[in-house]
């Protein structure tokens, strides 16, 4: 017990991101057991944590004289029911401890175990702490996050707080985001399935597999319809960090909320070789960055590699008898393909003879 997949204490500047952590005690905890000292600066971002048997992320001192917890950003993680013990800690979701302060929480998927329901809660324990050594730090914020619990309604979920010195609980998000005064609670978060591929992803089994493992990350990766998809916060434009996938973090010009970013096959193949999955550079439908005389939505279509001459990869025409062949690679299912013909067409223009459509581009 006590012990957590990934622990940081009295530590700083410490990025951690892209972890994969379950039936751990607690899966990332952000502390200081020193107290004199501080953790802070820390991010935590795009990282799945799921099944532990107390809370996801448990940040702040144990008890009163332990140290402080500030300016940590938790944004992009999909916590996924923590908290399994067969007699549950409540510890909710996210735990926050004493002495938290100056930390936000941002885009986050937080789905509760169904034996607690508890999604992010402020609880200092420690009965012989004063009145003033339980209130939540200054600066708190949540915003845009999205939560659900696979049993009951929006009406059972919890939250707690210890603000203007005592405990306040509230089972309904309309309530926490307008009732706790002095916190700035979770503005533009909203509640519901988040549309996981999975609609309710499995626990692990007890010696998972690489390929389990492997599983377990694609049931948690988005639907194109997911309510996840483009609902994080507008004003987050990402240019170097990846998603639990290793895929660029903003593409259908937003931010999508948890550990994934949905890109569509298209987006991913401009990804994979720009890190530009919107376009832009040379990156859109109709560049050649290779000039290799084919242009990236073609090179798409054939599995070509934009970033590398490979002509001897692009559709061929030969005689046959009687007519004319077309040969060409379908590894795009999803791009239509047109053949035409014309009684008068010049030999500059034969290259026109086929044509590859998507999505309007």
């Known amino acids: 017990t006590s012990a957590a997949g990934i622990y940081v204490d009295v530590g700083t500047q410490i990025l951690i991101e892209r972890n994969h952590v379950f039936r751990c005690n607690f899966g990332v905890e952000l502390a200081s057991e020193a107290a004199s000292g501080f953790t802070d600066y820390i991010t935590l971002r795009c990282n799945l944590l799921h099944h532990n048997q107390v809370a996801g992320l448990i940040m702040g001192g144990y008890d009163r004289l332990r140290g402080q917890t500030q300016f940590c950003q938790i944004s992009g993680n999909t916590f996924y029911q923590n908290d399994t013990l067969p007699s549950p800690s409540y510890a909710g979701q996210i735990a926050l401890q004493f002495y938290a302060s100056h930390c936000s929480f941002r885009n986050n998927i937080v ?121 994080g916060d507008p004003s987050v434009l990402l240019s170097s960090e990846k998603d639990l996938f290793g895929q660029s973090r903003v593409a259908g010009g937003r931010l999508d909320i948890g550990a994934d970013e949905n890109l569509t096959a298209w987006q991913g193949w401009r990804d994979l070789h720009f890190s530009l999955p919107d376009g832009g550079g040379d990156a859109d439908a109709g560049d050649d ?24 990869l692009l559709p061929a025409v030969s005689r046959t008898v009687g007519g004319v062949r077309f040969t060409y690679r379908k590894v795009a299912p999803e791009l239509s393909d047109h053949v035409r013909r014309s009684q008068s067409i010049s030999p500059r223009g034969a290259s026109g003879l086929s044509e590859h459509s998507l999505g309007g581009n």
Request: proline residues 6%; aromatic residues 10%; glycine residues 6%.
């Open 289 to 312: 960055s290779d000039r290799d005389g084919a242009s990236n939505l073609l090179e798409y279509s054939q599995g070509m590699d934009p970033t590398r001459s490979d002509a001897e």
């Open 111 to 231: 789905w509760a175990n169904y034996a607690t329901m508890q999604m992010w809660l402020h609880y200092p324990r420690d009965r012989l702490a004063t009145l003033v050594q339980k209130e939540i730090g200054a600066n708190v914020t949540l915003v845009y996050n999205r939560y659900f619990c696979s049993t009951g309604g929006i009406d059972n979920l919890e939250f707690g707080v210890f603000k203007n010195g005592e405990q306040q609980y509230h089972t309904k998000l309309d309530d926490w985001k307008t009732s706790v005064s002095g916190l700035q609670s979770d503005a533009n978060s909203t509640s519901g399935s988040p549309g996981f591929s999975t609609a309710t992803p499995n626990a692990p089994p007890a010696a998972p597999t690489i390929p389990d493992l492997v599983a377990i990350r694609a049931s948690i990766a988005w639907l194109s319809s997911s309510a996840a998809v483009n609902a």
